[in-house]
């Protein structure tokens, strides 16, 4: 399952997509982005299905904390090959990257 432009419903390979800056959608322009807090808490919630993995095969203590981080990068690799492919990354639009914050929202 390919990811898609909110705006136009194409769909997006994952080549033209980029986790840190907007891109552009190729077919109909619109700046596009995957919101950092999904990229954020997608990588610790790989750390704590690593963790849940090795408590389930009998790590505890030390040996869990440890095996966890070792996991953790071998995880994030297997994520990005194959689980992408069936829960792709949320894509917005570029014009929500604007927030209360940075503008007066009039
Ligand atoms: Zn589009």
Not at 4 to 28: A, H, M, V
């Amino acid at each position: 399952m390919l990811p898609k432009c909110p705006s136009c419903k194409n769909s997006l390979q994952f080549t033209q997509l980029r986790y840190r800056d907007p891109f552009p959608c190729p077919l109909c322009s619109q700046l596009l982005y995957i919101p950092h807090a999904y990229t954020v808490a997608r990588t610790w919630a790989i750390l704590l299905i690593s963790a849940a993995g090795l408590y389930f095969i009998g790590l505890r203590g030390y040996s869990l904390v440890l095996g966890a981080i070792l996991a953790w990068v071998p995880a994030l690799i297997l994520d990005a090959i194959l689980v992408r492919a069936f829960f792709p990354p949320i894509i917005r639009t570029d014009k929500n990257i604007t927030s209360n914050f940075t503008t007066l929202n009039l």
